[in-house]
């Protein structure tokens, strides 16, 4: 489950946001689970047809839009991946079929998730003004810590999340809802919005990364995958397995074989 994987890449590693680390790693988990489970684009890329981007640039217009995940066509010929053990060749693609874009919310969650909201609804019309076709997916990993220490305050900064009126969970769950004004497209046809949207929950203090975190030993938790709520349940339209499908259905609906 990529709740786990984040949740143990968090305890090695901590949360930085001007490192792109976090996002990488989650990207390796996405194309892994989406070669894992979509047959038509595992085909294509045990073929090499089909490639993988890390923070491709695509000009549309006249505007650099940057894909966090892209997956396209191959340039030339296809060459299957030659190091065993991988699923998909790491290359630009020429023609871009699926585009993903990672974002989260670790703190300041009100104002944070009107900004990803904005995110999300500009990325999806950069993919769907390059193609109609395009699948324009995103993936947001929200924080429901009670506390949360971010590097670039100082050492004492120290943000509190919950309050006595309304829980660090209860603010998440919120969050989390917000993004159900997204329109989830259908077909090429249906009004702007993405294909598919994939929300995890976590809860991350990120004071292991405090100079000082001796001070803050009282307020630090163990990072866990949050409860549902704030997480959503299996089935739900926003939740993980449900964007990796969508994602599935709408490749294989829009560029059959």
Request: hydrophobic share 45%.
């Amino acid at each position: 489950m990529i709740g786990n994987e984040i949740v143990t890449e968090l305890n090695a590693s901590g949360y930085h946001p001007r490192s792109s680390k976090q996002s990488d790693f989650q990207s390796t988990i996405i194309i892994r689970d989406l070669v894992a489970q979509c047959p038509l684009m595992a085909a294509r890329a045990k073929a090499g047809e089909l490639v993988a981007k890390l923070r491709h640039h695509q000009i549309v217009g006249h505007a650099d839009w940057v894909i966090d995940i892209a997956f396209g066509t191959c340039a030339g010929a296809p060459i299957p991946p030659l190091i065993p053990g991988v699923t998909i060749t790491i290359a630009a693609p020429v023609m871009i079929q699926v585009a993903i874009e990672l974002k989260s919310i670790w703190t300041e969650h009100r104002k944070a998730r009107l900004n990803r909201l904005r995110d999300f609804n500009s990325f999806h019309g950069y993919a769907h003004q390059y193609n109609p076709e395009t699948v324009a997916a995103a993936f947001l990993v929200v924080n429901s810590a009670e506390w949360f220490w971010s590097p670039l305050r100082d050492a004492d900064d120290l943000t509190r999340h919950g309050r006595p009126s309304k829980t660090a969970r209860q603010l998440a769950k919120e969050t989390v809802d917000k993004f159900r004004s997204i329109h989830l497209r259908n077909s090429a046809a249906d009004p702007p919005g993405l294909e598919a949207l994939g929300v995890i929950v976590v809860e991350h203090d990120n004071i292991m990364l405090n100079p000082n975190q001796a001070v803050f030993a009282g307020k630090g938790a163990q990072t866990i995958v949050a409860p549902t709520p704030p997480n959503v349940a299996l089935g739900d339209p926003l939740h993980y397995e449900s964007m990796i499908q969508r994602i599935c259905h709408a490749y294989a609906q829009r560029f059959p074989a």
